[in-house]
């Protein structure tokens, strides 16, 4: 923020900084020190009191060094030269009698973040390691690791890492907690600290000397440790056990994650139980006062309920949402209430759901409706009838979410579509925004023949389109009008007539006008040709099963626990299913190395139409048809693996969409995955792949990058 | 734990003060918090994690505050929120009430405090008692600084000092108990669950050892005893100074507690209890005129309330708040827990008087009836 008058009191300051009455004054001068630290945090640029303030510094007034120290902090960076004043004074006060000067001095020498004054700072540093006074132990050894920080690549003092590691046994617990913190940093290309049975044995009993942060820090450190025998897990667990009732969620949490790494490998039983036993701490911290706290708590229930689907069931009460909650709980809250549904508990849930329907802010309405959506895919009838119920209140926004929910459904569920059909009867009325009404027609095209309304409405949508202002909906309108023509010609004919020509003639988006020639021009080749593009499956019931969805294995995602990723995934969206993960990694075209990819086997059933495709690589770019390279496809084919669509040879950038399913032939037993791929050639060297899968598996992904690269290696000495 | 540097800003995302604790995120980010804070909000994405290139900004609100942590490691997420209430208790114990005056006002204590609150990104001494012995607001009166050390920080036991000492040696112990109800809209008791918090107000000079009693029902069951009425406790959460080893093997709450007010332990006390107080409401609305709101608390009481409307109406649904009833009733429990014994024993053997309080509470979500 511009100051006005800053320079004017800048140099006042000067004036009064430099007068040798204030300067013999202390409370005076005091005060005249503070006024410059309350300006500068109000944003002036006070830099040019360097000299005068470093002057300053030399005083017996604590709380003016303190202030000084903070100016001096900030500006450091910009006078190098001038801080190398300020080193004598520091060094004169790490000889105070007073052990809070020392550490203040000690701890300030190296905030200054200058690479310059390194070798000044080392001897006081090495001093203070041995200060009798414990505070002053605390900053010297944080000051080591701050030293690392500033000259990374600098060697590594074996002495100090020695001293450090000896300190490690020091009285003070903040001593202790600071010398790994200190190690981590300055080990962290080795690893950090290394963890062996004494160090670990020591640290575990003196856990309950240290404050909440030490307890956290140890219990991270710790997760390095591998027990050496049974015995010894053992009996570390039952000493963890107690903390897991820390009040403090942090070291709640810390414990946990401990121990899911001391269990996840091995130990699958033991591990399971474990996860067993954080359900409750993790409950109540699902309950704790601070919406953070409650929000991080709800991140990590999703995390476990990757590996221990419905567990918790019989607490979903937990998850119901409080009215004052912020909006980002309360979606946090319906996913995990999703997860937790089964046959005792559904009807609660919805009837819970049903209410956050018509919330006043639209955001949490619209989640708890496609919230109902998903558990509709294991209780459709229900669901059906709330969404069906909701389509009476004639709200705009809640349709919308309805019709783009029962969308969703249909193409999982194809059992609902009979509903779906019945419900949708005059909802078009109400519907206003693109994204709702993209929906409507995409169920009207696709189930035309059982909606008796669908060619009136679709000519409603006709009569309007010169209005339409969202080329999707005008996309979305031209197929269904086709696809709706194939099963009731005589209805829709003229209707069909009317938008080609409209389209073609009058539509000003390229995209639109692209789609109508190629659906006109495809009239032309016959109406069995039409048909066998346009109508392609209704549904995919392989999609979206929730219940029995196979569980994770907690090493998946064990070493995320308790950091900041299982919080980031947050808006991700509504699926909280593992996703389709996309691969970006540049490729040479020559084969890797093997790595055991050899068990792998890739198949084309069940094959792929365009239109599944395109649904599953979700809004993925169109690409135009054209000649394939020959000779790639046919490499690509050898390998299994089903080139979808190609650009063109020649023209740049050049892409291909595949597909695959790959296939498990060694001893253990796992699931196909279905791998949707991409391949862009932009010019220079190298291909670049993006890769999606279905469920997420990284040694199948591993495997099928090494079928391609080897398939894209033996076609680049032939045609492309 | 690393973070990278702290914040306070106020509601327009000026910065009072920061701290720049680890110098590898540029303290120009901040500038970008709050533009991306007012962004998510607008897209209903808002949570307490913003991510700027690869900065993630870890934030909570308090009054007319913004309490900012920075950060560009994959840091403990709830570690930090944890330092971040952390200040506000710090703060607040000093200025009574944290907010943009109370900061603007004091912030020599505030660089004070937040220069030993963390060093190098990972919290140092964060307990406002100790914190209290050596900085303090009078300290801005120049009284020649203060040259001790107190012991505390040296101190095994980090939440008590050694050498305190009353004339009158007490211990008040407050039992506080709150109820949560949820109600569905037929009427019928959802969940009901009851939270409840033990404090302590100790003055007791010396290094005293207490040991509390309950009428806990695993205790009973452990000793065997089974007369009276008991309670079984659920996520049980205790001070720092409660000996946490002794309470899972043999119950037993042990500890030396900290000087002052202090909470020793929360439970939730998972029963069905009746509602004490029940709430009806009619709302009926009269066209465009007005609406009569209608409230009808247990036998005693009714309030009819009319409002005269404007004829302009709003097209939207209007949300139906939930009603929230405050009230407190002393000397009762709904749980029936009760305190048995309070033991306490110091070296010099001095006589010392617990003195036991119960209270009942109105909960944080009380009662949310829709009739």
Redesign the interface.
Known sequence: MPYLGGEETVKELRRALSNPHVQGDPLRHRSTVLRVIRVMSQGVDVAGLFSEMVKACATTDVVQKKLVYVFLCSYASLNPELSLLVINTLRKDCQDPNPMVRSLALRNMTNLRLPSLVEYVQQPLTAGLRDRAACVRRVAVLGWAKLHSLQPHADIDAAVVNELYSMLRDNDPVVMVNCLRALEEILKEEGGVAVNKAIAHHLLNRLKECDVWGQCEVLGVLQRYRPHSEEELFDILSLLDPYLLSPSVPVMAATLGLFLSLCCRGLPAVSLAALRRAQAPLLAACGSASPEMKFTALCHVQLLLRSLPGLMGEHYKRFFCGYAEPAYIKQRKMQVLVELVNDDNVGFVLDELKGYCTDVSPDTAQAAISAIGRIGRSYSDQCLEILTGLLGLKQEHITSVVVQTMRDLVWVCPQCSESVCEALEGCEDTLQDSQGRQALLWLLGVHGDRVSSAPYVLEAFVEQVRSEMAAGVKTELLTATMRVFLCRPAETQDTLGRLLHYCIEEEADMNVRDQALLYYRLLHCGIEETRSVLQGRRSDPSLGVLIGRPAEPVSQWARSFNTLEPLRQCNAGAESAPQAAPYHLALDPEPTPGSGGGQLGLSLSPALSPQQFEHLWLGGPQCPHGEPGKGLQAALQRSHIQTMAFTPPHTLPWRVYLYTHTRWGGPAPRGPTLVLGELLYTGGRGLRVTAKQRPRDDEAMKGFLQVLSGALHTSSTGSC | ?SVSAVFLLDLKG????CR?Y???VDMAEIDHFLPLLMQEEED??????L?HGSV?F?W?KHSNLYLVAT?NK??????V?????KLVEVFTEYFKELEEESIQDN??VV??LL?ELM??G??????SKILQE?ITQE??K?E????K?PTT??N?V?WRSEGIKYKKNEVFIDVIESINV?V??NGSV??SDIVGSIKLKTMLSGMPELRLGLNDRVLFALTGRDKGKTVTM???????CV???R??SDRTISFIPPDGESEL??Y?INTHVKPLIWIESVIEKFSHSRVEIMVKGGKEFLMRAHFGLPSVEND????R??ITVNFEIPYFTVSGIQVRYMKIIEKSGYQALPWVRYITQSG??QL?IFI
């Open positions: 734990m000026k910065v009072l003060i720049n680890k110098g590898d209903g994405l808002l949570s307490p994690v991510l993630h870890l909570i950060t994959n840091s403990n997420a709830s570690l929120y944890a330092f971040l209430y912030f020599v660089y004070e220069d060093d190098f990972f919290p140092q001494t964060t307990d050596y300290g801005t120049l020649v600084a203060k040259s050390v920080v040296t095994a980090s949820l569905n809209a959802m969940s659920e996520d049980v959460k205790f001070h720092q000996r946490l080893s309470f899972e332990m929360s939730r939207e649904l209007e949300g708040p939930p944080g979500k949310n």
